[in-house]
Structure formats: structure tokens, C-alpha cells
């Protein structure tokens, strides 16, 4: 099968135009990887060249030793992924030890994959291992209102996710977990890469201050949705705030132990602090 034709690069095709839509993929911003299926490599096996150069992807990931990844170029845009498929994404293949990746599709007119390739990859290592190899998809967006809060709300793990819990009652169903935040960091290197994956060891969502958020996910389904509630109750916070500093009525502790309780998830006690 060609892989435009594989459901796989359909659907990840259909994710990057969504979020383009929602308006988080400005120029070339944000980038989105996929840990491919054996299933799924094999259907497109006959449209893959093995003959491009070994390159360094700045990370050494053993754990994902001969995956095959479906990624977004560097310097691509999300808006042309859709109509430009060929040019904006790659599908890559790391060697045996982890440390290489080569291109077998795509980026036909030149490039390498997104420049957050380190980032993606460790978390895609810390997620595999986490999650007993159930998380396929890391997400990088340019969140507009979680961005706006990374000016305003103190950066840590408890304000963002308390705060945002309390915008919207599926928040804590959606994301029980909560919320890590890496504070400002230059993009695309090792050091946030570092700091992200050691955050998503035990959450499924990451802020970047004053830069966008970083989700990961089982599927695409998933993993969008959850950029878009983080996102929809960030968006609820910020016009709350904008009318008000102090809210009149919010969510309370022991109303989000009763819905931990019906909704059969665990939320962290340390989240649940009296204000
Ligand atoms: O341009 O979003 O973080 C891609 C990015 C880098
Ligand atoms: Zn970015």
C-alpha cells in the first residue's frame, strides 16, 4: 500500500489539519510524531527507500531501537500537511542502537524531521515504557490561552492543574493526572527535552512557558483531544480573569473527591489543597 493511501498517515494527516485549524500552528509551529505499529510499517513496506544516510538525532533512545516514526518536517508548516503531504511530513526509522534515524518517506524536496525530534523521541521512550507500549502519538501546539496563563498563573504543577480542573468538571476525567510545567527553556535541544520527559514520567500533558504545550496519547483521537480540553479550559480561565480576580464559585475538593469517585479515576491528593 502507498503509505498516503495507510489509514495511519490519513489519520495523522487529519490531526495536523485540525490543529491548524483550532488556529495552534502558526507558520511553522508546533510538530506531531507517531510510534508506528509493525502492522502499519508493514502495509507500506514497498513504498520505502532504505538508502538515505544515517543521521544523529541528538538523543540516545534504545528503548525505540528500529521504530518507525510518522513526523512532521522541520521548518514545515501544519497548513500545508494536508495538500502537501510529501513535502511536510517523513516517515523515519531508527538504527539498531538508537542513536540514528533515516528517512524512508517523504521531505522529497529536502529537510530533516521537526527539530523537536529529541524531545519527541525520549518522551516517546519514557511514554512506551510508562504505559506498557500503548502511547503512539506525541503532540507539540501553540495553545494560545495556555500560553496566555504561562504570563499570569504561577509556574507550577499544582497552579495549572488545579486551575484548569476547575474550568471545566471533564478536565480532572480528561487529564486525572494533572498538568506538568517546564518554566522557559530554549526549544529544540536536549536540556528540555530533558526536563519534559522527566515530567511526562507521570503526566500525560506538559506546558512549555511562554511557548505551547507538549501531549502525549494512545491514538490521535486521544491525544487531540486532550490539547483541546487543556486548551477549551484554559480558554474558560482566561475569560473568567479577564472579567474578574476572584471567582465566586468554583469547584471544591471534596466535590472533585465525589467525581474522582463516580468517574472510577485517582486524583492526586496534592492537588486538592484548600484555597
Ligand atoms: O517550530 O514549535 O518548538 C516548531 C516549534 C518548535
Ligand atoms: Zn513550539
Redesign the pocket.
Known sequence: MKVLESPIMQGFMRMAQDGFDQGWHER????LTYRMKREEVEQVWEDLRFDAPWQEIGASVPELAGEFFIATGSGKYFRNVMPFPEDSVAVVELDDAGEKYRICWGLVNGGRP???LPSHLMNHQVKKKATGGRHRVIY?A?TTNVIALTFVLPLTDEAFTRELWEMATECPVVFPDGIGVVPWMV??GHAIAVETSNLMEKYDVAVWAH??IFCSGEDFDLTFGLAHTVEKSAEILVKTLSMTQHKRQTIQPDQFRELAKDFGVTLPERFLFEK
Open positions: 511553522n509551529g508546533g510538530n521537526t527539530s523537536e507539540h501553540h526549544p529544540g511557548h505551547g
